[in-house]
């Protein structure tokens, strides 16, 4: 039978988030986790993460023998199999034809900030920024929103030939002592929202100018090319 999993991860102790031949990846421990109880299958995942990039709500789908029918008990069992860095959240069953990443209509991402200065024990995922001036991310944010081509939005050497994408909601709230960028979309470009939230801490700190944003969007200028760091990124939810 299909299953669907949504699971959650620290990225920070992974090479990203796709099956690599060091091992290393949230998939290879997935993997491995099955093959403890005897599961031998291939994951699906709806979307990569790289290299310390965080997950609250990645999901991945593969085939599992019709007698594990008690999900409960599967979940309990994969979790237990698995480093502590790593959560299975919940197990549904899918049609057969259900594809994680095909059929993902949009996906969620949030990137973390904080004017605290960090400690080792949240060091690994937010990062600080010495001031925020909430009104101007708010309103350069929103400049995102809509079809564009991201061409200059995107790591350089990235195997994507089509780079136009729809972003179809972007926000920027604090939560406590915390600032959330929120992004929507369709699906992303390989470093994307790093590169977006790296130009709008840049905005913010009065380095470039919304003006900046807008030149490079419409492809007139490539004027920033620094992305944020990944320890603040986390794939929040996939929508079907």
């Known amino acids: 039978m299909n299953l669907k999993f949504v699971c959650s991860y620290d990225g920070s102790l992974f090479q990203g988030s796709q099956k690599q031949p060091n091992g290393l990846t949230v998939e290879d421990k997935l993997l491995k986790a099955f093959k403890k109880i005897n599961i031998e299958t291939n994951i699906v995942l709806s979307g990569r993460t790289d290299k310390e990039v965080h997950a609250t709500g990645q999901v991945f789908n593969c085939l599992v023998p019709d007698y594990w029918e008690d999900f409960f008990k ?25 594809h994680s990443r095909f059929h993902g209509k949009k996906r969620v991402y949030r990137y973390l900030i904080t004017t605290k200065p960090t400690t080792p024990f949240n060091d690994k995922f937010i990062t600080y920024v010495k001031n925020v001036d909430e009104e101007v991310v708010k309103k350069a944010i929103k400049e995102f929103i809509g079809i564009h081509d991201f061409k200059y939005f995107h790591k350089t050497g990235s195997d994507k030939e089509l780079t136009t994408r729809e972003i179809f909601s972007t926000s920027f709230y604090k939560y406590k002592d915390i600032y959330v960028f929120r992004f929507e979309a369709n699906s992303y470009l390989r470093s994307q ?39 603040g990124l986390y794939l929040a939810k996939i929508k079907y």
């Open 193 to 231: 929202i790093r590169l977006m939230v790296g130009f709008l801490l840049a905005i913010n700190d009065k380095k470039l100018t919304i003006e900046d944003l807008k030149k490079q969007l419409n492809l007139e200028k490539n004027i920033f090319k620094t992305p944020a760091k990944a320890n």
């Open 74 to 98: 599967l979940k309990e069992v994969l979790n237990k199999n698995l480093p502590s860095s790593i959560k299975i959240i919940k197990i549904s069953k899918v049609s057969e034809s259900f």
